[in-house]
């Protein structure tokens, strides 16, 4: 006669290894997105790409600065475009696509007005030039932009972006020069205007200020 003593199942050696494996692939995979993240505080913000608003806050001085130093008197910059409208644009004015835009100062009295477009009745130029300054809401052109001749479409990613920036600009104007005068009802005041115009047509000036001042 002979006894069997049955001790069970052996265990598996390579099941015990295979989940060991698994914790370890684990762990790595673990440590490695610990170390490539970012922990960013509540509140703060990462600037990323361009920002339109901020690029008109930088930028808006700067093209001011630069108008009104360059500002000529109305009356000698319609005399001087009545003599040659070429001749002037090149000499006063920045080259920008089909006319140069040119810094102009000026005060007159301000006449009817429609949208947010004012005729300025100033002295010492000829009868049939008409000045006219935008007051908004609506700032339209990109004539502030292209004012210094030092904003280029090669430094901004695409022609969108390009426009924003003149956008942004204009909005700047409206918040620095526009803002704090009631630019709802200005006929019969007296202004005084220093800004920017695209040379098209000699006789009709659409003014983008830079500072406008209700005296």
Known sequence: MSSRVDAGPLPRAGKGRGRVAIIAVVVVVLAAMALDTTVVPIGAQQEEGFSAER???EHFPIVRDSV???AVEASELAAAVAEDKAAAGERYGVAAGIGPVVPVTFSGVVGEGKAGIYAVEVEGVPED??????TGPAINGTDLRD????IE???FTNQ????NAGAAINDEMKEQVLSGIDTDDLSGETV???GVFKLINPNNWLVTPV???VQ
């Open 55 to 57: 690029y008109g806050a």
């Open 68 to 70: 009104e130093k360059r």
């Open 129 to 134: 030039l008409t000045i006219r300054v935008q």
């Open 147 to 150: 004012a210094t001749g030092d």
């Open 153 to 155: 479409f090669g430094q």
């Open 160 to 163: 969108i972006e390009y426009q």
């Open 192 to 194: 005084a205007v220093t």
């Open 211 to 213: 500072s406008l001042s």
